[in-house]
């Protein structure tokens, strides 16, 4: 197999001159859809089992709140510095190792007997979850580009088909499989799948564009880094995937509770909320190619949060649970592909600190979010909260749109 430093950049469309090429290329991206996969499911797998570790530590509600900042703390930190380490040693080495971290992290929560001891070990979590998300959304940046083609929205599919699934498996064996059993057989999981996969990604270093490789060659400097010319367009891409992971994070947290509370829905209406929307986006994600090949990036982007303000207005406002579940799908699908775009035009542009920087932006969203509804639902009405969703997915059209003279490549000095 020839070293992918070496491969041409496949031509527009995914086709090359070279089959060794695209048969590498292809590789790869099997690899890294492996991975976003695993992290879905890891991280599915450990949610599922919060209720049971808070009663097992003894949490109060704002204990446990406190304890969970944890994993957040642990991943923005974390993010700010994956950029600079796959920078110097490449995303692939640091995709591996930070999937044997998560994998191996992930058992410690419930050795944990107290919220402050919780906190800590969810500290360890969220750093090995936020880099691991910075490292593989680094090396898709870089596979994308030499496959010229926008496959960035297939591996967050992969992510959301792998939260769905480790959410329901979690959900069948938490009657029967202590948290301690459950998140040590995710372990082996997570270990047996790096294992298997880990070697495509070690065996060869990201793959090369010709643009990068043309500079190397004539000593110039590296063209993709976040400096002062692409510092302030990766914030906007960095700005955009906040306002759609702010609305990802509500909807975890507050579309049951609406349904329940507002509109009277009964429990398993209300836990089809966010099923459907989690669906939905993953539906929409799965054909993101096919749409950005189809409109371009910045029409799906616009397009995307126009959808998805309109979805969650119904969503927030309507008289009956059926007409919400309706809104929250198409709110689902409206989001779908603006944040993988975001973080794909940021890397393109910056590289892994393009990456990292938009990453950490996109997850102070889904951070936000959540809090924030709470704050607006106890001062006005959860239905108004859940309206500011509609609001920023609609921000994000805009700027998406103000944005869309941005080159896909930093000018030349």
């Known amino acids: 197999m020839p070293h992918l430093n070496k491969i041409r950049t496949a031509a527009p469309g995914g086709r090359d001159?070279?089959?060794?090429?695209?048969?590498?290329?292809?590789?790869?991206?099997?690899?890294?859809?492996?991975f976003f996969a695993l992290d879905g499911f890891m991280f599915a797998g450990w949610v599922v089992r919060i209720p049971a570790i808070k009663q097992q530590t003894g949490s109060s509600a704002s204990d446990l709140?406190?304890?969970?900042?944890?994993?957040s703390a642990g991943a923005v930190v974390t993010m700010v510095f994956t950029g600079r380490l796959c920078r110097r040693f490449g995303s692939h080495p640091v995709t591996v190792?930070?999937?044997?971290?998560?994998?191996?992290?992930?058992?410690?929560p419930p050795q944990a007997h107290?919220?402050?001891?919780?906190?800590l070990v969810l500290l360890v979590f969220g750093a090995?979850?936020?880099?691991?998300?910075?490292?593989?959304?680094?090396?898709?940046?870089?596979?994308?580009?030499?496959?010229?083609?926008?496959?960035?929205?297939?591996?967050?599919?992969?992510?959301?088909?792998?939260?769905?699934v480790g959410a329901g498996l979690g959900g069948l064996v938490a009657g029967g499989l202590s948290p301690t059993v459950h998140l040590s057989?995710?372990?082996?999981?997570?270990?047996?799948?790096?294992?298997?996969?880990?070697?495509?990604l070690l065996r060869h270093p990201a793959p090369v564009p010709e643009r990068a490789r043309d500079a190397e060659a004539e000593k110039a400097p590296e063209p993709r880094q976040l400096d002062g010319r692409t510092r302030r367009p990766v914030i906007l891409f960095g700005v955009i995937a906040l306002c759609t992971a702010y609305?990802?994070?509500?909807?975890?947290?507050?579309?049951?509770?609406?349904?329940?509370?507002?509109?009277?829905?009964?429990?398993?209406?209300?836990?089809?909320?966010?099923?459907?929307?989690?669906?939905?986006?993953?539906?929409?994600?799965?054909?993101?190619?096919?749409?950005?090949?189809?409109?371009?990036?910045?029409?799906?982007?616009?397009?995307?949060g126009a959808t998805a303000a309109l979805g969650m207005l119904v969503g927030a406002l309507a008289p009956t649970a059926w007409l919400a579940l309706l809104g929250f799908a198409v709110a689902g699908v409206g989001l779908a592909n603006?944040?993988?775009?975001?973080?794909?035009?940021?890397?393109?542009?910056?590289?892994?600190?393009?990456?990292?920087?938009?990453?950490?932006?996109?997850?102070?969203?889904?951070?936000?979010?959540?809090?924030?509804?709470?704050?607006?639902?106890?001062?006005?009405s959860l239905p108004l909260a859940l309206t500011t969703v509609a609001l920023l997915a609609a921000a994000a059209a805009l700027i998406g749109y103000s944005a869309r003279n941005v080159p896909a490549q930093p000018a030349d000095e």
């Open 97 to 108: 190792a930070s999937a044997v971290l998560l994998s191996l992290s992930i058992v410690l």
């Open 114 to 119: 107290s919220a402050l001891t919780l906190g």
């Open 17 to 34: 001159g070279d089959p060794g090429a695209r048969s590498s290329l292809s590789r790869l991206r099997i690899a890294l859809t492996v």
């Open 247 to 304: 609305g990802e994070g509500a909807m975890a947290d507050w579309s049951a509770l609406h349904l329940t509370q507002d509109l009277d829905a009964s429990p398993g209406v209300a836990a089809a909320g966010y099923s459907l929307f989690a669906l939905a986006m993953t539906a929409g994600r799965l054909s993101g190619t096919a749409l950005m090949e189809r409109v371009g990036q910045t029409r799906a982007l616009v397009a995307g």
């Open 128 to 164: 090995a979850y936020g880099s691991l998300n910075v490292a593989m959304n680094s090396a898709a940046v870089d596979l994308v580009a030499a496959l010229r083609r926008p496959v960035i929205s297939s591996f967050h599919a992969a992510f959301s088909l792998g939260g769905m």
């Open 338 to 380: 603006i944040f993988p775009v975001a973080v794909g035009r940021a890397g393109a542009l910056a590289g892994s600190g393009g990456v990292a920087a938009a990453s950490t932006l996109g997850y102070g969203g889904m951070l936000l979010g959540p809090p924030a509804i709470g704050f607006l639902a106890d001062w006005f």
């Open 185 to 200: 057989l995710l372990t082996g999981v997570g270990l047996l799948v790096t294992a298997v996969t880990g070697p495509a």
């Open 65 to 71: 709140g406190l304890a969970l900042l944890g994993v």
